[in-house]
């Protein structure tokens, strides 16, 4: 019988697969979860209810104008505690709908880390190949919490303006594309077992940010939980109190791609958010994570981020300036929380140039968000 290669799979000029090539990256992000090759999929038992109470003054902010006026945006929801205070869409989509998250995905590893570590089943300054004996020279002397600092220098490159960068074979890892040819999709843990390396100290000020870490930890993780990484994502999805679907694609050995393959909508990507306010309580009182690990996570020392988001720093797999935890994601995707206050913003946009990313768009949209959760604990006291 006559086939042809899956369209929405393949890769075009520039080594994008067309859901993530300009042209239709916007129906990509927005589409992301019925697109990958393979994922999971999860639904909360029960719904965290959230009350809707807006801040009148939110809209006459000129950060949340420039956010969402922005030709890239998405989506945004302000929350201060249970309570939405600020939300709105593209008039293509809706706070409700799954948008990908990309690396904002990768909080997930923070939380189950700090987990089993609880457990006592990892011990952070092991290294990886203590727990993965077939990991290749990019890792195999490097610490866990090298990896979870992206401290680790080695031959993984990730810059997304350089089409024939390590991030996008990754991506064939990951079931976001197809190999070329006939060639057989690659594992996760052959994917990493190929990474090479000398020294693997970071020799840069600020953090040296590589994907491939969060898909080496996911390793080990699985190595040593004695639940699946799939049960451990449901626990947090229940934890979280999801009102629609958490998906994320899966490598063809099964391992969940927390290095980016989430997707989900921005008002449950804000209830995520307040998770990390609760240390990890779940809406009914289950724990994930660690509360001590996240508290540590904020005050420890670590390597900034580099410019233009050098105010942040890289702690645990979380992006800290101490009162705020979150990620940023490719693409132009953030969460952010302040952990002292409760205010959460969850923001989703997708960036349509040839890389897909804008360091300086990535700068402005963190220091707007940073100013609209200020802004909303001032108001909130007044």
């Not at 002292?340 to 768009?361: P, Q, R």
Request: net charge negative; charged share 20%.
């Amino acid at each position: 019988m006559k086939t042809h290669p899956n369209p929405d799979l393949s890769v075009l000029e520039d080594n994008k697969q067309r859901w993530n090539h300009p042209a239709y990256r916007r129906h990509g992000f927005h589409n992301a979860h019925t697109l990958f090759r393979r994922s999971w999929m999860f639904r909360s038992r029960n719904v965290l209810e959230l009350k809707d109470a807006p801040i009148s003054e939110l809209n006459t902010s000129a950060e949340i104008a420039r956010l969402t006026d922005h030709p890239a945006f998405s989506a945004l929801v302000v929350l201060k505690n249970d309570t939405v205070v600020y939300s709105k869409s593209a008039k293509d989509f809706s706070i409700f709908q799954p948008h990908s998250i990309q690396s904002v995905t990768k909080l997930h590893i923070h939380l189950i880390v700090g987990q089993l570590h609880d457990q006592g089943l990892l011990d952070l300054d092991q290294k990886v190949c203590h727990y993965l004996p077939d990991i290749g020279t990019g890792y195999a002397d490097a610490t866990l919490q090298m990896l979870l600092d992206m401290n680790v220098a080695n031959d993984f490159s990730e810059d997304y303006a350089d089409p024939n960068s390590d991030c996008y074979t990754e991506e064939t890892a990951l079931g976001w594309r197809l190999p070329s040819g006939n060639a057989k999709e690659p594992t996760l843990a052959a994917f990493t077992a190929g990474i090479t390396g000398t020294d693997l100290q970071n020799p840069l000020e600020s953090a040296d940010y590589k994907s491939a870490n969060t898909d080496v930890l996911t390793l080990v993780c699985a190595s040593v939980s004695p639940q699946p990484l799939s049960t451990l994502i449901e626990d947090i999805v229940d934890a979280a109190g999801y009102e629609g679907a958490f998906h994320i694609s899966v490598s063809s050995d099964q391992m969940p791609a927390f290095s980016g393959g989430g997707c989900i909508s921005a008002i449950d990507l804000a209830r995520f958010g307040l998770l990390l306010t609760r240390s990890g309580r779940g809406c009914t009182q289950t724990q994930v994570g660690s509360g001590d690990f996240l508290s540590h996570s904020t005050t420890r020392g670590s390597k900034s981020l580099s410019p233009p988001k050098g105010w942040l720093r890289y702690s645990n797999h979380l992006m800290t300036n101490g009162n705020i935890v979150g990620h940023a994601g490719y693409g132009g995707q953030y969460l952010f929380a302040n952990v002292k206050t409760g205010v959460v913003v969850a923001f989703m946009s997708v960036l349509e140039n040839d890389a897909g990313y804008d360091d300086v768009y990535m700068g402005e949209v963190a220091q707007d968000l940073a100013t609209i959760i200020i802004a909303v604990d001032d108001l909130s006291v007044k």
